[in-house]
């Protein structure tokens, strides 16, 4: 199927050209919302569509709107508490044009230019309004820089249509940039050349007027150069748009012009200004701040600079004392001689502020302060005495890191005061606007989107690192993006703070990002509260981040990698051994106090890869890989909700599973040839071969499979009850792919004893429904449902103490459809198997749903619903597809599935279709030489043969040649292992 989104005019979703009739406007949204962003947190959408509601109501109704987008398309997956596109389905996506100008037609570009997700209540929508308007922006500029782009190859052809095209891009152009003084210049050039020239002065004339009206601009100069001997000129935003013009992101145009229009509007002798900039470290407050005093110097401003140092947070008043040195204002007689702890802040604050206020006739004087977060407290003061006098009108230009602006609105109260203020707050630049500054600073270099990515990985978008990577004089280092030697702004900053302060980041550097207060409490070895206080004068820095999570944890991150980077350059081989090994223990200390989860887990064993921690980063890989198998190649694995959630992926990956085994063996033995075998190392070792038993019998190496675990469960016998019990769970599963029930039942049964001695319920529930299988092997159906009821008891009890396990209750009622099967009741299995797929969709557990698909097909094809049976098998065809990976999936059911399908595609007479469906399925029970798939491949080939009419030669010859009583045969043979099918 070929699936299409339309953001461009009315928002829309399209499947084959059909839309997909969403049942309300947020589903549609949403669908849309993820196409565009790939995959998002769970959280994160609830915030966006749903920001007006609680947050339990907001996950309702996003459960509510995922389900409902899951029931019109299947290209949607959940991974834990993301949501995301299926990556193997291509969604065509009309904002993708925007990026192909240059070779479209007029009729073609006309639709590019309707707005962003064109629906009126979309802006109504509170949080969801902001990541919209970004959205727009983001495309708008890519539409701008497309025509420019066009219309500089038309006008390079020098022939008349291109001159025509050329004009057109400088139309739309125009509608885009109403303001842009450049665009509307050259296209009144265009005009002129074109030979348009009433076109021409029209468009100058609604240019002058629109200036005027809408910026506040006179038109009256020579009324301005009259009056220039008394009152110096006024700086107005045009005199600043043509050197501003140019397209590089570091110039920042947009905020610079704002701040210009904010000093130099109307009334700004008699008003008092304050404009902020916020931003953290090297996001180029500097620099803003450098170009604006240098324009409004231009026009006579006189601007005086008070810089702030970290180094000085210690000397009172010493960035406004160097501002009156460099003035060359001495303090008042009474006050010269005194120490500068000794100075009064009021008599420095008003000599600043003596200066601050322009004679009569004089321009203007704007008062620039950078880096308000290193101010001291008698500087603080001297601040507030500026801001709370009344008397005169004062401008003033202050900037700081976005952490310290709470403080300054706290302490200088200035929204009571009846001063007017303009706030710009900072960001990174994106991946596309990095990819513009690449190619603006290094234009000799091949920038493709790969090297532009690597870019942008090192820098995180942020403008300091982005020049020192591309400056002039580093091409060899700019070459290769990943050079690591880059400046680090944040080293020297470091080594002012304090040693606890220090401390404190150390620990965070080496703690898994995002480290938990928990987490940071245990690591120092200090109280809560004692944390607390180090984070509020941390937290000023600019250096940390915090969030809310669940359960009231808060959890802290660097706002740069590059500070992590220098916390760790500064590390002694013994301090950050110290570090490592206690951030190790604190981590396994909550792994023991049940924090669960791959995450975790990888967290654990990649902090003692750092420390060397050999024989703990092996116990803690196969942690992970011990969930990771479970959820990628076990059909129902015995985890609850919570686990699963943490578990990702959903599908198959055999490629880590593969990778992950042969590394952890080269360690293991790399181990205990330098060190020795000890009773660890052998639990270890013991540990693995079991999980590469799990990994032969998924691969279908059975033999290797069953010696491997009889191996494992050997070991296991000298040790605890939970190493036997994994071994046997493994045999178990090995029994079932081979539907050996003389296997089968002897390990569930060692297995149940087992649980039920050291009360592991868990496996307890497992083992009840692999001796209930076995049952149904043998044909005893009244044992097997007394087991799977008393499984479902087991599972059941478990939720009302603790995490909920929807999927072994899945589990449990899918076995309940094959005892249906067993005892002819077809209908009631059918009816079984659709309610699994409908509790695993609802919660958006997948596994196992592909196998539960599979034999609902069966049932419905022998009750030949044969049309309902095709609209199941291609809905779990797209299921197949998104959960399988390397290996054919016979799993999932695949081995089922796909003799289904070649069965209704014969019946339905597409012998092409059921010919390559039947190929597949032969593969698929070569590979997994599973009864179960066998007897189902067998009973599809003679119903087919039995049923279908006019069959052509050659597919008889090739697909059926075995004939309809061989098939008959073979199907009944098969079917007599299996126990349900008959």
């Not at 052809?157 to 050259?186: H, M, Q, S, W």
């Not at 938990?516 to 941390?538: F, G, H, N, W, Y």
Request: net charge negative.
């Amino acid at each position: 199927m070929k699936y299409r989104a339309q953001f461009l005019g009315a928002p829309a979703f399209f499947s084959d050209d059909q839309e997909i009739p969403f049942p309300f406007t947020k589903a549609r949204i949403l669908a849309l919302l993820l196409v565009e962003e790939g995959a998002m947190h769970r959280d994160r959408i609830s915030s966006l569509l749903w920001g007006d509601k609680t947050t339990e109501a907001a996950r309702r109704n996003l459960s509510n709107a995922l389900s409902s987008i899951r029931n019109l398309t299947p290209i949607f997956i959940s991974s834990g508490r993301s949501i995301g596109l299926d990556p193997k389905i291509k969604v065509i996506r009309d904002v993708d044009l925007l990026r192909e100008l240059e070779g479209l037609a007029w009729e073609e570009m006309e639709r590019l230019f309707r707005p962003y997700l064109d629906l009126p209540e979309l802006d109504d929508w509170p949080v969801f309004d902001e990541w919209l308007q970004e959205r727009r922006e983001a495309y708008r500029k890519i539409l701008v820089e497309g025509l420019k782009n066009r219309a500089g190859i038309e006008l390079n052809k020098g022939t008349r249509e291109g001159l025509d095209d050329g004009v057109r891009c400088f139309e739309k152009l125009a509608e885009l940039e109403p303001y842009d003084e450049d665009i509307n210049g050259e296209l009144t050039r265009l005009y002129i050349k074109a030979d348009r020239k009433i076109d021409a002065v029209r468009l100058a004339r609604t240019f002058s007027r629109r200036v005027e009206e809408d910026l506040g601009i006179a038109h009256g100069h020579e009324e301005a150069l009259s009056e220039a001997s008394v009152v110096p000129p006024r700086v107005r935003g045009s005199v600043f748009r043509k050197p501003l013009a140019e397209d590089n992101p570091l110039l920042r145009n947009a905020d610079v012009l704002k701040l210009l229009d904010f000093f130099c509007c109307p009334d700004c002798e008699t008003q008092s200004l304050c404009g902020f900039v916020w931003g953290e470290e090297g996001i180029g407050k500097g620099a803003l701040l450098a170009e604006v005093t240098n324009r409004l110097a231009k026009s006579g401003w006189h601007c005086l600079h008070v810089r702030c140092y970290q180094e000085e947070m210690a000397r009172p008043m010493a960035p406004f004392l160097h501002l009156l040195r460099r003035l060359d204002s001495p303090l008042p007689p009474e006050q010269q001689g005194l120490s500068p702890t000794e100075l009064s802040y009021f008599r420095v604050a008003e000599l600043v502020l003596d200066h601050l206020l322009p004679p009569e006739g004089e321009p203007p004087r704007l008062l620039v302060i950078e880096n308000i977060q290193w101010m001291d407290n008698a500087s603080w003061m001297i601040l507030e005495a500026i801001l709370w006098n009344e008397a005169p009108s004062r401008k003033l230009l202050i900037s700081g890191y976005e952490e310290v602006r709470p403080t300054f609105m706290l302490r200088t109260e200035i929204a009571g005061e009846p001063i007017e203020t303009l706030e710009l707050r900072l960001e990174r630049f994106n991946l596309e606007q990095t990819a513009q500054i690449c190619r603006r600073l290094r234009p000799e270099l091949s920038w493709s989107e790969q090297r532009v990515a690597e870019v942008f990985s090192q820098t995180q978008g942020n403008p300091f690192f982005i020049s020192q990577l591309l400056a002039s004089g580093r091409s060899e280092e700019a070459q290769d993006a990943r050079h690591p030697a880059l400046p680090n702004l944040f080293t020297a900053r470091i080594e002012l703070l304090e040693e606890r302060e220090r401390l404190f980041l150390e620990g965070l550097a080496v703690l898994p990002v995002p480290a938990t207060l928990s987490q940071i409490t245990a690591l120092l070895d200090l109280k809560p509260l004692e944390v607390a206080s180090l984070l509020e004068r941390i937290h000023l820095q600019g250096l940390i981040r915090e969030h809310g999570g669940e359960e009231g944890e808060v959890f802290y991150y660097f706002t740069h990698p590059k500070v992590t980077e220098a916390l760790l350059d500064g590390l002694s081989p013994t301090k950050r051994s110290a570090l490592l090994g206690r951030a190790a223990s604190v981590l396994e200390d909550q792994a023991g106090r049940g924090l669960q989860g791959r995450p975790h887990f990888a967290s654990l064993a990649a902090l003692c890869r750092e420390g060397e921690f050999h024989d703990r980063e092996i116990r803690w890989r196969l942690e992970e890989l011990k969930l990771h198998f479970k959820v990628s190649h076990e059909v129902f694995p015995s985890l609850s909700d919570q686990e699963l959630a943490l578990c990702v992926p959903v599908a198959e990956d055999t490629g880590y599973t593969d990778y992950a085994i042969a590394e952890i063996r080269a360690l293991l033995d790399k181990q205990i040839r330098r060190q020795g075998r000890t009773p660890e190392r052998s639990a270890l070792e013991r540990d693995l071969l079991v999980l590469e038993g799990g990994f032969f019998w998924w691969s279908g190496r059975y033999d290797d499979a069953d010696l491997s675990l009889r191996e494992a469960y050997r070991r296991a016998r000298c040790s605890g009850p939970e190493a036997q019990v994994e071994a046997l769970l493994q045999l178990c599963y090995l029994a079932i792919q081979t539907d050996d029930v003389s296997r089968l039942l002897p390990a569930s049964h060692g297995m149940y004893r087992l649980a039920m001695e050291n009360h592991l319920y868990v496996s307890l529930g497992g083992a009840m429904r692999f001796m209930a299988i076995g049952r149904i092997m043998e044909g005893r159906l009244e044992a097997a449902d007394k087991l799977l009821k008393m499984s479902r008891k087991v599972f059941e009890k478990l939720e009302e103490q603790g995490p909920a396990y929807t999927l072994p209750l899945i589990a449990a009622e899918h076995f309940q459809g094959d005892l249906a099967m067993a005892r002819d009741d077809v209908e009631g299995a059918l009816s079984l198997y659709r309610r699994c797929v409908q509790m695993g969709e609802s919660l958006g557990i997948h596994r196992g749903m592909g196998l539960s698909l599979a034999k609902a097909g069966y049932c419905l094809c022998l009750l030949e619903r044969y049309d309902e049976a095709e609209e199941l098998l291609r809905r779990l065809e797209a299921f197949y597809l998104l959960l399988n990976s390397e290996r054919d999936g016979g799993l999932q059911g695949g081995g089922i599935a796909f003799s289904l399908m070649g069965l209704v595609a014969g019946l339905k007479g597409d012998w092409e279709k059921s010919r390559d469906h039947f190929a597949l399925a032969k593969r698929l029970v070569t590979q997994t030489r599973r009864p179960t798939w066998t007897a189902i491949f067998c009973w599809a080939k003679a119903e087919l043969a039995c049923k279908g009419r006019s069959i052509p030669e050659d597919f008889a010859a090739s697909v059926l040649a075995e004939g309809e009583a061989c098939y008959r045969q073979q199907y009944g043979q098969m079917g007599a292992r299996v126990g349900w099918i008959h």
